[in-house]
């Protein structure tokens, strides 16, 4: 494997040894290799979400442009329909996230 030096914090070196103390780790390189891992996955899952939100918008853009648009007249309707948009996002999402039913 390509060797890398890296200059730590204080704060993260302790860490480190934390980690590599604590048994879960062997070495530092395994902290250095797991963190580096989450970092690339929380990356992969943003973009995701972006290209989702990106898909969502062209959604809503592409209904407008058909005509299929609601005029909402005070801030009481606005609210009954942004919790009513709320709320379908999240049915979908616990939809999406549910275990499936064997």
């Known amino acids: 494997m390509p060797t890398q030096n890296v200059n730590l914090t204080p704060e993260l070196e302790h860490f480190v040894k934390t980690e590599v103390a604590s048994g ?4 530092a390189s395994e902290v250095h ?6 970092m690339a996955r929380r990356n992969e899952e943003r973009e995701i979400r972006l290209q989702r939100l990106r898909q969502e918008v ?6 407008s442009a058909a005509g299929r648009v609601v005029e909402i007249s005070g801030e009481e309707a606005l609210h009954a329909m942004m919790d009513g ?7 979908r999402l616990e939809a999406e996230n549910a275990e499936p039913v064997s």
């Not at 290799?33 to 989450?38: G, S």
């Not at 948009?85 to 049915?91: G, I, S």
Request: glycine share 4%; aromatic share 8%.
């Open 24 to 27: 879960q780790f062997n070495s």
């Open 33 to 38: 290799r797991a963190a580096l891992a989450a």
């Open 58 to 63: 062209q959604t809503g853009l592409d209904s």
């Open 85 to 91: 948009c709320f709320n379908r996002a999240m049915n």
